[in-house]
């Protein structure tokens, strides 16, 4: 299951069929992406995390599958509103740790700072700084990615020619389907008194989904939550950051330029390929295509592990900045052998 505070219960549909769980209704639902995904209603008898058992929990149903294969792991589900609302959360990212505490039991650690927020519906809500410019952004620990600025966001203060960004691209995947944004390196994110240096920064394009939604600046997910210790008290409506060993690391991205996932069969899926990225740098790369599929060949495959929440599993991928894997398209067999990575 994935930890994520923007979220209600959600059930995969193939999960509640292998559980005996019966599904009723189909209602849209929409996320970050522009695509609108049918949600069906189904009702659990008990749901437990580390000790802490919920009973009687109403759950959305959702086909997961396509999510699934661009995380290349196999979930149930999503969970975080119903226990972030009994129990104070602290997420320990360097240790992979979730902790629940009775709200009347908690107290904060020393050297953590506390920050109000709000709610947008399930979601916290808190003011930040991007770039100078303050905001209302969520905190997303759902998100793969570190910030994301909303298109009227950006639009309206300018971003996209206050800063030099990169061609849209396929950023992230979630119940919306894929989203697009313009990646950049903004100044700073200041939340309250934290202050993140040179984080990369999403300037989303799209026209319908979250992302297009003017009622926010922006979203705050993994790649920023992670160099924290963070808690969530969300009965005090109180948010506290404690800097770990990562608060100091500079953000890093994947600039292969491929946007990858894993096929039915095993292989990889090319779902877009970034212009004027890496892979489109060389003659010998130019002939990747999105919706093909490859092979990938590779004894020395890698792990990213800092683009995810300590409820994701890592995701395998290719470091093209230290080897030179050969990608074979499975449709007509020819190999290529892929570009490095600036």
């Not at 005996?20 to 749901?47: C, E, F, H, Q």
């Not at 005090?236 to 690391?249: D, I």
């Not at 892979?279 to 495959?301: G, K, M």
Request: proline share 5%; hydrophobic share 40%; aromatic share 8%.
């Amino acid at each position: 299951m994935i930890f994520d505070t923007g979220a209600t219960d959600i059930l995969d549909r193939r999960h509640a069929k292998r559980l005996d769980v019966k599904i009723a209704g189909a209602l849209p639902i929409g996320g970050i992406g522009s695509n609108v995904a049918s949600y069906g209603l189904a009702r659990v008898k008990t749901v437990s995390i580390g000790g802490l058992t919920l009973v009687d929990q109403v759950f959305g149903a959702i086909d997961l599958d396509k999510i699934e294969r661009v995380e290349d792991a196999d979930f149930q589900g999503l969970v975080g509103y119903e226990y972030a609302k009994r129990a104070v959360v602290t997420i320990d990212y360097a240790t992979r740790t979730l902790t629940f505490t009775k709200p009347a039991d908690f107290l904060p650690s020393t050297g953590s700072q506390s920050i109000p927020f709000a709610f947008r519906e399930h979601t916290p809500i808190v003011s930040a700084e991007v770039g100078g410019v303050a905001g209302q952004f969520e905190l997303d620990t759902g998100a793969r990615t570190g910030l994301m600025i909303m298109a009227p966001f950006a639009k309206k203060h300018g971003f996209w020619n206050r800063y030099t960004a990169t061609p849209e691209t396929t950023v992230s995947y979630g119940v919306g389907g894929p989203s697009r944004a313009r990646l950049t390196r903004i100044v700073t994110l200041k939340i309250a008194g934290a202050v993140i240096n040179s984080p990369v920064a999403e300037l989303a394009t799209g026209t319908s989904g979250d992302s297009a939604s003017s009622h926010i600046a922006g979203n705050i997910g993994g790649d920023i939550l992670k160099r924290f210790r963070v808690t969530f008290d969300y009965s005090h409506q109180r948010l506290w950051l404690e800097p770990n060993a990562l608060n100091a690391a500079p953000e890093q991205f994947d600039r292969s330029g491929l946007w990858l996932s894993r096929a039915p069969d095993g292989a990889f899926a090319v779902g877009d390929v970034a212009p004027g990225s890496a892979v489109t740098a060389l003659r010998t790369a130019r002939s990747l295509r999105a919706r093909s599929r490859y092979e990938i060949h590779d004894p020395r495959q890698t792990w990213h592990t800092d683009r995810h929440s300590p409820a994701r599993a890592r995701e395998p991928c290719v470091d093209l900045s230290a080897s030179r894997p050969r990608l074979k398209n499975q449709s007509t067999s020819r190999d290529r052998e892929a570009a490095y990575a600036p």
